[in-house]
């Protein structure tokens, strides 16, 4: 009975608290410009309006449109649950967990893509190419980073490896997990989510012709995904271990207003990066988690 | 104090890494400038007790490798009117990989090496390699002259800090004497730029290969 009431509780969570990272962000983003911006809440207006439209559909589209935005969906939030939330553990923990989340993640991006090209239209397939191709680096890059915590923990149980290291070590994959949280979750200085220009759009290209419930499917999993990104940095790099649990709860609310805020500076202050750039930036993302691992390694063995 | 070195040192591995992954020549000379800052200071670092001599080569060497030099550096690049170096012989990518895998193996490759039991804890021999490899792929990789030579003076900082592992044994004044050469190496390459700027009217070096009426 516990264990039921504790799943819904933790279902509730992720699924109420993600919608409000993107309004957070976008407040910051207003803030530094000077205008007063959307409310914190639109993006809960938004879903609630797409879960009350029609779908359009292709005539050419199978049922893999539909099914695509629901596969990525459910993959996320049960990656999002995989993840020990501080204190409270996680509600389902094994050995090995972390490769699962991580195919979790890899899943989801099928499920998306997968669901782009259903359509047959140009835009789409692009926007998928690209995604597609950035993720080739972003997920070694995350890999490397799960890499490292296990290396350091010596074990490849999330709630076991989620106890970060100190020092220069802790440093490098903060800031390695923060590059790859930017290009997972499509924000500024790899894609731009409020552009609309066709040809410079990633994320946003591949969700142009989904529509209604399953549109809004693809958003609220994208918040999600993003807290989920936001909740693995701050659990990697700040050690909660070390308090008691509500000052470890309020620490990890913290560290996610902090990196969210941080986000929101991100967006405000760089530019976008040129394509042809940012194969750069992810590979310094890899070096910075390898380098972390090296550290990890090397303090490992002293 | 062996903490601190070993912080400055991975601080001068990731400007290393920086300076192969930078396009733009303002960015190459500041990594350069504070990577020899940042290896000047260690000499103070290293010895246990005040010596005059030690301080003064190492606010020399700050003053030579973190202003003399990027100021003679910045304005021959003013001179010849060059922001960046553009069409690289060994792409950034490549060259970052490049640098990063060199630096992993130096550090992997140091414990193997017979070192003196004081130098064994300290990143300095793997410090200096990994700078040395990454000068010579600065070298090799770049096409334009003042890339070269930040370059070379990134050789040099690794070879410096080579240096330092004897410090007790060797005079300073050797130390005095490169960096004496060094600054008016750079003087006189500032010149040349300018002169091959003149004559060329660009600062390919590949183009320095072929005659010239």
């Given at each position: 009975m516990i264990v039921i009431v504790e799943t819904i509780a933790r279902l509730a969570g992720w699924l109420l608290l993600a919608p409000l990272l993107p309004g957070i962000i976008n407040k910051v983003k207003a803030w530094v410009a000077g205008r007063r911006g959307p409310p914190v809440l639109q993006l809960y207006y938004d879903l609630g309006r797409l879960w009350q439209r029609g779908v359009v559909l292709s005539s050419?589209?199978?049922p893999g449109f539909i099914a695509g935005p629901a596969v990525a969906w459910v993959a996320i939030v049960g990656a999002a649950l995989l993840l020990p939330l501080g204190p409270a553990g996680a509600l389902l923990s094994f050995r090995g967990d972390a490769l699962l989340v991580i195919y979790l993640l890899a899943l989801a991006r099928f499920g998306t893509a997968w669901a782009a090209m259903e359509t047959g239209s140009a835009f789409e397939g692009m926007g998928t190419a690209r995604e597609v191709s950035y993720a080739v680096l972003a997920e070694a890059a995350i890999i490397t980073a799960m890499l490292t915590l296990s290396v350091h923990a010596q074990s490849i149980t999330l709630v076991e490896m989620l106890t970060p290291a100190s020092g220069v070590g802790a440093v490098l994959l903060g800031a390695g997990l923060f590059t790859v949280l930017l290009v997972e979750n499509c924000?500024?200085?790899?894609?731009?989510?409020?552009?609309?220009?066709e040809l410079t759009m990633i994320h946003e290209a591949m969700i142009l012709d989904h529509s209604g419930p399953p549109l809004a499917a693809i958003l609220h999993g994208a918040s999600v995904k993003l807290l989920l990104f936001v909740v693995l940095l701050t659990e990697s790099v700040v050690p909660l271990g070390h308090f008691s649990g509500p000052v470890a709860c309020a620490v990890l609310a913290l560290g996610v207003l902090t990196v969210t805020v941080g986000v929101g500076l991100v967006e405000s202050l760089l530019a976008r990066l040129a394509f042809r750039r940012v194969p750069l930036l992810l590979t310094t993302a890899i070096l910075l988690c390898l380098f972390a691992l090296l550290v990890a390694w090397k303090g490992g063995a002293a | 104090m062996n903490s601190m070195v070993n912080l400055l040192i991975g601080l001068a591995m990731g400007l290393n890494l920086i300076a192969l992954a930078s396009s733009r020549l303002p960015a190459l000379i500041t990594a350069m400038a504070v990577q020899g800052m940042a290896l000047g200071a260690m000499p103070l670092l290293l010895e246990h007790h005040f010596d005059w001599m030690v301080s003064l080569v190492a606010v020399c060497t700050i003053a030579g490798k973190g202003f003399v030099i990027p100021y003679l550096l910045r304005r021959a690049m003013r001179a010849a009117n060059i922001e960046r170096d553009m069409e690289p012989t060994i792409g950034y990518v490549p060259s970052l990989l490049l640098g990063a895998g060199g630096t992993i193996a130096v550090v992997a490759m140091a414990r193997a090496l017979p070192l003196l039991p004081e130098h064994a804890g300290s990143l300095m021999v793997p410090g200096a390699l990994a700078s040395v490899l990454t000068g010579f792929v600065l070298l090799i990789g770049r096409t334009k002259a003042i890339s070269q030579v930040c370059g070379y003076l990134i050789l040099e900082n690794g070879i410096y800090l080579f240096g330092l592992l004897l410090i007790h044994v060797t005079p300073l004044f050797v130390e005095a004497g490169i960096l004496l050469d060094l600054t008016v190496g750079v003087f006189v390459i500032g010149i040349i730029v300018d002169r091959i700027q003149r004559a060329f009217d660009t600062l390919d070096t590949r183009k320095l290969t072929t005659l010239h009426e």
């Open positions: 050419l589209a199978s924000r500024v200085p790899f894609d731009d989510p409020n552009t609309h220009l | -």
